[in-house]
């Protein structure tokens, strides 16, 4: 892949991006992909309102490690005064090496506060927002959109030039409908559109979920870097196998069932560290669902899981799911 001058700003070496997914990029996830090798990671979307008002809940959804670079805070706001003040409150606290303007958000909470996805709808109120962050602020900013509002109303290119105009520096595309969701299929000749129509770095997100797929999006769209979101839930290890399929041609072995829940176990310490023993195995329900479908007795480690009631059960459960995949890894 290309080296582009923003990717050279940031020392990015293979353009491999988590998405940003609430309830889920918090810090010990982030790590994690890190480790596997996701070079650029946001934060869950941050409301701007919560930031002026300096929420407490937003300002540590903000947080992050210097051993996280670069990283990006979302932002998510329909006001372009509030935008930014909240990017340049941001750029000068928080500090992060770019901010990206959340365009896609279709949940329903979000949109109905006119944020989100249905700026798609109001592409000259989107083009304020997006001016008046950039003029804001000296760090890159960047946007995440979805393909338009439905399928009547696709902004691909058209909101290419708006947004070059404005002054972003990267658009990631995740080539479905905000009325779609997540069902059906991303889209992926969409990318190849809006790169066809934009001077811009184009990033491709939607439906990666092996080293392949990336691989296949790539060649299909010649986006200048891939952003894996779902594909990572329970599977960080992914970027590992991404990126060695991209930087070597070869595709290395998945972890064992085994070594999969010893990492389990290290995610499950991080958020454990990082909430607190009240909360952890409460948060940490999901990630346990994600991390042990499909394996050996799964099902029926997750239901004790799901059962929990305590940090300290939660950590039984995971040491004793591992030692039985020891055992049965051994008898097999
Ligand atoms: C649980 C969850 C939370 C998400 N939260 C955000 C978010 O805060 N900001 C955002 O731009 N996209 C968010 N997304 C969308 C993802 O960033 C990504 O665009 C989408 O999942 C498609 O990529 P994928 O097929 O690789 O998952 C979220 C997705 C999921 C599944």
């Excluded at 008002?53 to 937003?58: A, E, Q, V």
């Excluded at 058209?158 to 404005?166: F, G, H």
């Excluded at 969701?181 to 990033?203: C, F, H, M, Q």
């Amino acid at each position: 892949m290309k080296t582009l001058p923003l990717f050279e700003k940031l020392h990015v070496r293979v353009p491999l991006f988590l998405a940003p997914m609430a309830g889920v990029t918090d810090m010990p996830f982030r790590k994690l992909c890190r480790t596997f090798g996701a070079e650029v990671t946001y934060s869950e979307f941050v409301s701007s309102e919560g930031i002026i008002r300096k929420n407490k809940k937003t300002l540590r959804f903000m947080s992050y490690e210097e051993d996280e670079h670069p990283f990006g805070i979302q932002l998510f706001g329909y006001q372009p005064h509030v935008m930014a003040e909240a990017a340049k409150f941001i750029q000068e606290t928080i500090n992060p090496d770019l901010i990206d303007l959340n365009f896609g958000c279709p949940v329903s909470k979000v949109v109905k506060n006119g944020a989100g996805s249905v700026l798609l709808k109001d592409l000259p109120l989107l083009r304020d927002i997006a001016t008046a962050v950039c003029s804001a602020v000296t760090i890159p900013v960047t946007a995440k959109i979805r393909a338009g509002w439905d399928e009547t109303h696709l902004v691909i290119p058209e909101i290419a030039p708006l947004l070059e105009e404005s002054g972003i520096q990267l658009i990631t595309l995740h080539p479905r409908t905000a009325s779609m969701r997540y069902k059906g299929k991303a889209d992926w000749t969409l990318i190849r559109r809006l790169k066809e129509n934009t001077s811009l770095p184009v990033i491709g997100n939607g439906d990666i979920r092996s080293a392949d797929d990336a691989l296949s999006m790539i060649e299909q769209t010649a986006c200048d870097g891939v952003m894996v979101g779902r594909g990572a839930l329970g599977n960080p290890w992914l970027f590992h196998t991404i990126r060695s399929a991209l930087t070597t041609g070869k595709i290395p072995k998945n972890p064992s069932d085994y070594e999969k829940i010893s990492l389990m176990k290290k995610h499950f310490n991080e958020v454990v560290s990082f909430y607190g023993k009240d909360h952890a195995y409460k948060l940490f329900k999901k990630h346990f669902s994600w991390y042990t479908v499909g394996l050996p007795h799964g099902a029926h480690f997750r239901q004790k899981a799901m059962m929990s009631t305590s940090t300290g059960e939660m950590e039984n459960i995971i040491d004793s799911y591992r030692t039985f995949l020891e055992k049965h890894e051994v008898c097999q």
